[in-house]
């Protein structure tokens, strides 16, 4: 299929939040290739229906993870095809998905530490963050949600969720009671429905204001409440399964552990008040919250009034 200007359409906002997100995108004739080297993850954003016999050569040989963006679904034969080849095919039906994996990165690697530095008690990290109420840059506007969702001609509000955001550190458990690695993260906790999400630092840019439309939400929840949610995520992300064996007579029994960091472990700078940008859709096919930042869309969840 040669390219027309649906796919130009398709292409221009896939490669302006693909760049923001930290990817080198290039053009050649079978589409955009976008590489982002600290994660080692390639997006080839395909022109037409081209097989991924014709693109697998762009993708460079020590990629981890290699994904084609498709406008359209490219069939079962071509992703069996992109399978044998180690290649995630996305379309227009799963991009909303998908994207938060594409955009988002899993975070910088944990450099080595003398047994000292491991045994050390845990200090929080300095924050990372700008002072003030500050705004999560988005990445997606109103037609890249219509493009990468699919939902047209429907009504749109922007909205600035109240989130509790603090920088933590954490000693991750190990495998046979050793200490084990420290890292260092961002928890941010929705100040109205309490759900919890650890981030990578430097994955989310800032900004004072946004020049589009939109209302800003009040929290809900106090932010003395705000540290026990970020505690519990912290935990349930960093917890370990680890099996145990035992010899029973003659019989040997395997069991699944699943060990989380001690609260020694785990240490949470102050909790400060961010907000990010929501589009709040309300299409005939229902309602949707898309997150303007990852591109995933959220169940709602009450964040405000309809």
């Known amino acids: 299929m040669e390219s027309g200007p649906a796919d130009a359409e398709w292409m221009a906002p896939l490669e302006r939040i693909l760049s923001a997100a930290g ?3 290039q053009t050649r004739p079978e589409g955009l290739l976008a590489v982002r080297g600290r994660d080692r ?12 016999v014709e693109i697998a050569p762009l993708f ?25 080849r180690g290649i995630e095919v996305v ?20 450099p080595a530490r003398s047994e000292e530095e491991t045994r050390a008690p845990l200090e929080p990290p ?19 949600v219509e493009l990468m969702h699919g939902i047209e001609g429907a009504r749109y509000r922007l909205r600035l969720v109240p989130f509790y955001l603090g920088a933590y550190r954490v000693r991750s458990p190990a495998a046979h009671g050793e200490p084990g690695p420290t890292s260092d993260h961002l928890v941010a906790v929705h100040a109205i429905s309490q759900r919890a999400e650890i981030w990578e630092i430097g994955d989310r840019d800032w900004t004072p204001d946004l020049s589009d439309p939109h209302e800003r939400l009040d929290p809900v929840l106090p932010v003395e409440a705000a540290e026990a949610r970020a505690r519990e995520a912290i935990r349930r992300h960093h917890t370990i399964s680890v099996d145990h064996t035992e010899q029973h007579g003659g019989t040997m029994v395997i069991e699944k552990r699943r060990i989380p960091p001690a609260p020694e472990d785990i240490r949470i700078g102050p909790m400060a008040t961010i907000f990010i940008p929501y589009w709040y859709v309300e299409s005939s096919r229902g309602r949707h919250v898309v997150d303007s930042t990852t591109g995933r869309e959220v169940l709602p969840d009450g964040d405000g009034p309809d």
Request: glycine fraction near 8%.
């Open 41 to 52: 993850r390639a997006v080839v954003v395909v022109r037409g229906l081209l097989s991924p």
């Open 91 to 110: 379309d227009r039906s799963t991009l909303g998905a998908s994207l938060g994996e594409i955009l988002l990165w899993p975070g910088i690697q944990v």
């Open 23 to 25: 990817y080198e995108v």
């Open 60 to 84: 460079p040989p020590d990629i981890v993870h290699r994904s084609a963006v498709y406008r359209e679904d490219p069939g079962s034969v071509a992703r069996s095809l992109a399978a044998d």
């Open 126 to 144: 300095m924050a990372v963050f700008p002072a003030g109420e500050p705004i999560v840059r988005p990445r997606l506007g109103r037609r890249e």
